[in-house]
């Protein structure tokens, strides 16, 4: 068994005020291995984007525990979280999260920026051109399709080479054609540099792609081979 990047135990996490609350993760715990590429599905308001900005650490749980690399994110201070979110995870929002006032390749590049880093250009270069926004590189976003925002969210969750890329429907506002190219190029930075990734999706398909298929329901994992409707 690989090194675990990853562990969640018992997870939960409830949205709500004291007169109305909704629990919409109910203790899942998990093991995410480094270097291994996940996928997720489940049904809509199954709890897939609450568990993703849990275990990125975006959002603060009320029960259990998460460990990235053995760490409590827990016994963090916010600095440091956000220190270790910027050079180990990367995050591909579902709606996006570009800043309008910086270009394609700013906003790709801003984590670098953020960071104080040299500008990694050549690999920025190349992530422009597999990701197809070569001429695209200096429009702003407002200038771009939902497709070609989607793909500059890509673009700049993956510039920092992070351990572990989360990616929240990353093909959901895309043609089968331009989804099938984002799928190839999350395996081939995969076959790159082995980052370990989780990525959700309604593709059956595209879920298929991935080395361990997770299927979550009503805010639970289901067991392996107990996933309704799976073959
Ligand atoms: N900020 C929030 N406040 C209250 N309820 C929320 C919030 N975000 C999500 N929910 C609810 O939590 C449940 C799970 O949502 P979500 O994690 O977005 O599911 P999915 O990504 O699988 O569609 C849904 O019932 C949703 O309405
Ligand atoms: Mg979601």
Request: glycine share 10%; aromatic share 6%.
């Amino acid at each position: 068994m690989n090194t675990p990047i990853i562990v969640c135990r018992n997870l939960k996490k409830t949205y709500g005020n004291r007169q109305r609350k909704n629990e919409v993760i109910h203790g899942i715990s998990l093991e995410l291995e480094k270097g291994t590429f996940y996928s997720m599905i489940g049904k809509s308001g199954s709890g897939k984007t609450t568990l993703l900005y849990l275990l990125s650490g975006l959002l603060k749980a009320d029960g259990g525990e998460i460990l990235l690399e053995g760490k409590n994110l827990e016994q963090m201070t916010e600095a440091e979280l956000e220190r270790i979110r910027r050079k180990k995870i990367g995050f591909v929002f579902q709606d996006y999260q570009l800043l309008p006032e910086l270009t394609v390749r700013e906003n790709i590049l801003l984590p670098q920026i953020l960071d104080g880093q040299d500008l990694d250009e050549e690999w920025s270069s190349q992530i422009l051109e597999k990701l197809g926004l070569t001429s695209l590189a200096d429009r702003f976003p407002d200038e771009l399709s939902g497709g070609e925002q989607q793909r500059t969210a890509i673009g700049r969750a993956i510039v920092n080479r992070p351990d572990i890329l989360f990616a929240d429907e990353p093909t959901g506002n895309l043609d089968n054609k331009t989804s099938e190219e984002v799928l190839d190029f999350l395996l081939s930075v995969h076959r790159e540099y082995r980052p370990a990734i989780l990525l959700v999706t309604h593709d059956l398909d595209l879920a298929r792609s991935a080395e361990v298929v997770l299927h979550i329901a009503d805010g639970r994992l289901l067991e392996p081979g107990k996933a309704g409707g799976e073959q």
